[in-house]
């Protein structure tokens, strides 16, 4: 006879798989919209929801080792939409694999969200480097992905770390002409202007996150790299800083581009003027900036929303670049090791022990500059074999090599499940 506690962990799971189920059946009754629209992202905006993500299948599979808690867990996961990433292939494979999934959402009357993520010369050779061969390679590419899209709706993301880690950045010999770096912003600029020209696509430019580059040098970034020739940008891709935090730090983004480029005279192509999250206190409204300090203190972020108020005003949002926030990891924020644990760089970043699911994937933010919060970064998928620069092969805060950055990592998916804050649910 079965014992009733697992009699009811059965049930339990079983409507749980159930109800993932039932989500997919309730998209597939929703009918596209007929006519298109350059307003791909508003708050009534429903994202589509892969019923064979790798949380589903991870469903299953729980579910089979009498896992039934964790099979709950993934069940929920897979509820909610997630992007799917496109990181390599011919131009003719990259068109029929993009062309297969916004057929699939527009089938139920959704707004699939995709990354393009193909750049040369990507994350300067670190865990998810590659890329196209070369420019050339990557605008076919490109042309190859929008036209996959057509005239259907779709979200994108480009090039996470593309403008926040530039060929110049990787190092003093990576890039010592400039010449890498201008070709990287040129097909950034390429890519955002490809992909919105189609007329029901929506295109956010990734600009790192809240503890990565100052305001000012990536609203330059931005502008430098086509962002005005899509709808925005995109922040926290990957990464795991506080919500509320980037959204702060977007909007001081959106504000010093319109500084730099629609704002005072004297202050046209200026954009490091502005201040950033590492101003500590108020400057004479003169555009001059304040001190730095040695690290990004929320505490003094008055100073920097008092600098905006006095040199930017409240310009009306539609004058502004929007942005997307990605959740995917971010509940618990981000991951700070014990003081004295590591002499190097301990890879905060990098699959960051003990972190939790964010805010829910929704278009209705209610933040006037933020379109939506979208789980960018399939959660469960490693970043990498992570080292803490310890020297070593094994990651000391798992104490095991860790999966090659991309690949689906079921205890990592467990950890970010159990830990989701708010606390993970069904997508009604």
């Known amino acids: 006879m079965t014992p009733p506690t697992l009699r009811r962990r059965t049930a339990a799971c079983v409507a749980a798989l159930a109800a993932c189920a039932a989500l997919t059946a309730t998209q597939a009754q929703a009918q596209p919209q007929a006519t298109p629209t350059q307003d791909a992202v508003t708050p009534a905006t429903k994202f589509y929801v892969d019923p064979h993500s790798k949380a589903a299948k991870q469903a299953v599979v729980d579910f089979k080792n009498g896992d039934f808690g964790n099979a709950a867990n993934m069940a929920k996961m897979a509820s909610w939409p997630q992007a799917e990433w496109f990181t390599e292939g011919t131009p003719g494979q990259v068109r029929g694999k993009v062309s297969k999934l916004v057929h699939r959402a527009r089938a139920v009357g959704r707004t699939p969200v995709l990354v393009a993520y193909n750049v040369p010369g990507r994350d300067c050779t670190q865990y998810s480097s590659g890329g196209a061969a070369s420019s050339a390679a990557y605008r076919k590419w490109i042309d190859a992905f929008a036209a996959g899209i057509g005239n259907n709706k779709a979200v994108v993301v480009v090039e996470p770390d593309g403008t926040a880690l530039l060929p110049n950045d990787c190092g003093p010999d990576v890039d010592p002409s400039g010449e890498l770096t201008a070709e990287r912003t040129a097909d950034l600029a390429y890519a955002v202007k490809t992909l919105k020209?189609?007329?029901?696509?929506?295109?956010?430019?990734?600009?790192?996150?809240?503890?990565?580059?100052?305001?000012?040098?990536?609203?330059?970034?931005?502008?430098?790299?086509?962002?005005?020739?899509?709808?925005?940008?995109?922040?926290?891709?990957?990464?795991?800083?506080?919500?509320?935090?980037?959204?702060?730090?977007?909007?001081?983004?959106?504000?010093?581009?319109?500084?730099?480029?629609?704002?005072?005279?004297?202050?046209?192509?200026?954009?490091?003027?502005?201040?950033?999250?590492?101003?500590?206190?108020?400057?004479?409204?003169?555009?001059?900036?304040?001190?730095?300090?040695?690290?990004?203190?929320?505490?003094?972020?008055?100073?920097?929303?008092?600098?905006?108020?006095?040199?930017?005003?409240?310009?009306?949002?539609?004058?502004?670049?929007?942005?997307?926030?990605?959740?995917?990891?971010?509940?618990?924020?981000?991951?700070?090791?014990?003081?004295?644990?590591?002499?190097?760089?301990?890879?905060?970043?990098?699959?960051?022990?003990?972190?939790?699911?964010?805010?829910?994937?929704?278009?209705?933010?209610?933040?006037?500059?933020?379109?939506?919060?979208?789980?960018?970064?399939?959660?469960?998928?490693?970043?990498?074999?992570?080292?803490?620069n310890t020297g070593g092969t094994i990651d000391p805060e798992y104490g095991i090599v860790d999966p090659p950055a991309g690949t689906w990592w079921p205890d990592q998916a467990h950890t970010l499940a159990r830990n989701a804050a708010p606390s993970l649910t069904f997508n009604r």
């Not at 940008?233 to 959204?247: C, E, M, Q």
């Not at 909007?251 to 730099?260: E, G, L, P, Q, V």
């Not at 924020?333 to 644990?341: H, L, M, S």
């Not at 972190?355 to 933020?370: H, W």
């Open 197 to 388: 020209a189609k007329p029901r696509t929506a295109v956010y430019l990734d600009a790192g996150n809240v503890q990565w580059r100052p305001v000012g040098d990536m609203a330059q970034r931005l502008l430098d790299s086509g962002v005005e020739h899509g709808d925005g940008f995109a922040l926290n891709v990957s990464n795991t800083h506080p919500t509320d935090h980037n959204a702060r730090y977007g909007t001081w983004i959106a504000k010093c581009m319109w500084y730099a480029t629609e704002g005072p005279e004297d202050a046209r192509g200026h954009a490091e003027r502005c201040a950033g999250q590492h101003y500590s206190h108020a400057a004479p409204n003169d555009g001059t900036p304040g001190n730095s300090v040695s690290a990004d203190d929320p505490a003094t972020w008055r100073w920097t929303d008092l600098w905006f108020d006095q040199n930017v005003g409240s310009p009306s949002s539609d004058r502004l670049h929007h942005f997307v926030i990605d959740t995917s990891r971010n509940g618990l924020g981000a991951w700070t090791p014990e003081p004295g644990k590591y002499t190097g760089d301990p890879e905060p970043w990098c699959n960051a022990p003990g972190r939790g699911l964010g805010p829910r994937p929704t278009a209705d933010t209610g933040v006037p500059l933020v379109d939506a919060y979208l789980w960018i970064k399939i959660p469960g998928e490693s970043d990498g074999s992570c080292t803490r």
